[in-house]
C-alpha cells in the first residue's frame, strides 16, 4: 500500500465513520433531549428520522457532484457543512431549531459517503480494493455499532450535547488530512447538474418516507399523508421517465443493466433493512423489555464491533479472489440463524446462553457479507461513475432502513412487548434470508468491470 493510497484509506474511514456514527449515537440520548424540549414523541422521531431523510434524498445529488465537480473538492465542502450543522445541534434552543440542524447533517452526511467510497475505488485495484473496502467496512462499522454505547456515556457523565460536539475533533482531522491528499479528478467541463431530477428525486422520497413515519400519528386516510405520498409517488414516477430522457441525468439508468449492480442493489435494500431493524429492535427491548441502561445494550452488542474488526478485511480479500456470491449468500444466512436463535429469549434473559450467542452470529454474518456486497457492486461499474455508483447504493441501503424500521410497527404494534419482539426477529431473518437468496441466484463472478457507456 503506498503512501498515498493509506491516506486515501484513513480519510474515507474518519469522514464516512462521522456520518455512521451520528446516525446511531442520537437514539441513546433521545430520552434527555425530551425532558429539556419537550414535544413528546413526535420531536424525537423527527431529530432521528430528518437526518435519514435528507440523507437517503440527496446521495444521489451528492454522487453526480463528486463525478462532476471532484471528489476532493465535495469532501472538503461537506466536511466544513458537516461541522457547522453539528456545531448548530450542539447548540440547539429548542426541538425545532435541533430538528432543522439534524436536517442540514444529513445533507453533508450524503455527500460525505459516497465521496469516501468513491476515492477508494479510484485508489485501489483488485484484491487490494476488496481489501480496503473490507478495512473500510470495518471501521465505519465498529462506529455505528459503539455509537449507542459511546453516547450512553456521553449523556450520563455530561450532556447531550457534546454528542455532537465530539465531531468536531474527527472533522478538523480529516480536513487536516485532507489538504496532503492528490486530486483525484479534475473538473469535468461542459457538464450540467440535473437539477430537475435533483427535485423530482428529493420530492419523491422525502414524500414517501413522510408518510411513512407521519402514518401512526394521521392514519393513512389523513390528507396529511395521503398528500405528500401521491406527490412522493408521482415525483419518483416522472424521476424515473426523466432520467431515462436525460441528457445527463443524476442517475444513469445503463448502471442497472450491469447484472451485479442491479441484483446486487436489490440485495442490499433486503439486508440492510433487515440490519437496520435488528439494531433497533434489539437496543429497544434490552432498555424498555430488559431493563439494561443505554451503556449496557451498547457493551451488549460489543461482539458485533469486534467481529467485524477482526474479519471484514479478511472476507473483503476472500471476496476479491473468490467472487462475492459465496459470500453474499452465506453471510446474511448466518446473520438470519443469529435471530432465530433469539426467539428463544424471554423477559429475563441470561446473556451469556440466550443473547451472546445470536449477536456472535450476527456479527459473523455481518463481517461475512457488508465487504464483499460493496465490492461487487463498486467493482461492476466503471470507475468514472464510481461517484453515482456508491451514491446509489448508499441511498438505497438508507432508505431501505428506514422504511424497513417505519414498518417495523406493522409487526410488532404500536407498543414493544415480548411478542412484539419475536415476530420482529421473524421479519428480519426474512428479510435476510431474501436477500441471500437474490445474492446466491443472481450475482456473477466477474473480473473486470462491465461498461455502461
Known sequence: ???????????????????????????????????????????????????????????????????????KKIMLISLIGFAIASILCAVSVDGAFLILARGLQGVAGALLVPCSLALIMSSFKGGAAGKAIGAWTAWTGIAFVVGPMLGG??????????????????????????????????????????????????????????????????????????????????????????????????LPMKLFKVRNFAVGNVATAAIYAGLSIAVFLISIFLQQI????????????L????????????????????????????????????FLYMLMIGDKPYYLTQILPGVLLFGLG??????????????????????????VNNAIARIAGLIGVAALGLVTGPQLSLDGFHKGLIMVASLLILGAGVSGIGIQKFKHHDSVT
Do not use: C
Request: proline fraction near 3%.
Open 290 to 301: 430488559v431493563g439494561y441502561k443505554a451503556l449496557t445494550t451498547g457493551v451488549a452488542l
Open 153 to 250: 456515556f456521553l449523556v450520563d457523565v455530561g450532556s447531550w450535547r457534546l454528542i455532537f460536539a465530539i465531531n468536531l475533533l474527527p472533522i478538523v482531522t480529516t480536513l487536516w488530512l485532507l489538504r496532503m491528499l492528490e486530486s483525484h479528478r479534475e473538473s469535468t467541463k461542459n457538464t450540467k447538474v440535473d437539477v430537475l431530477g435533483a427535485t423530482l428525486s428529493t420530492l419523491g422520497l422525502g414524500g414517501v418516507v413522510y408518510s411513512l413515519i407521519e402514518k401512526a400519528n394521521y392514519g393513512w386516510n389523513s390528507p396529511i399523508i395521503l398528500v405528500p405520498l401521491i406527490i412522493g409517488l408521482t415525483s419518483l414516477i416522472f424521476f424515473t421517465f426523466h432520467e431515462l430522457k436525460a441528457e445527463q441525468p443524476m
Open 1 to 71: 500500500m503506498t503512501k498515498q493510497q493509506r491516506l486515501v484509506l484513513i480519510i474515507s474511514i474518519l469522514a464516512s465513520s462521522i456520518v455512521f456514527l451520528d446516525s446511531s449515537v442520537i437514539n441513546v440520548a433521545l430520552p434527555a433531549i425530551g425532558r429539556e424540549f419537550g414535544g413528546g414523541l413526535l420531536v424525537q422521531q423527527w431529530v432521528v428520522d430528518i437526518y435519514l431523510i435528507t440523507m437517503g434524498a440527496l446521495m444521489l445529488i451528492a454522487g453526480s457532484l463528486a463525478d462532476i465537480f471532484g471528489r
Open 366 to 391: 455481518l463481517s461475512i457479507t457488508i465487504a464483499p456486497l460493496t465490492t461487487t457492486i463498486l467493482g461492476a461499474i466503471d470507475q468514472k461513475q464510481s461517484g453515482i455508483a456508491s451514491a
Open 303 to 338: 461482539p458485533v464491533t469486534i467481529l467485524m474488526f477482526l474479519l471484514s478485511s479478511r472476507f473483503g480479500v476472500l471476496a476479491g479472489k473468490y467472487g462475492s456470491r459465496i459470500f453474499m449468500t452465506a453471510g446474511p444466512l448466518v446473520a438470519a440463524l443469529g
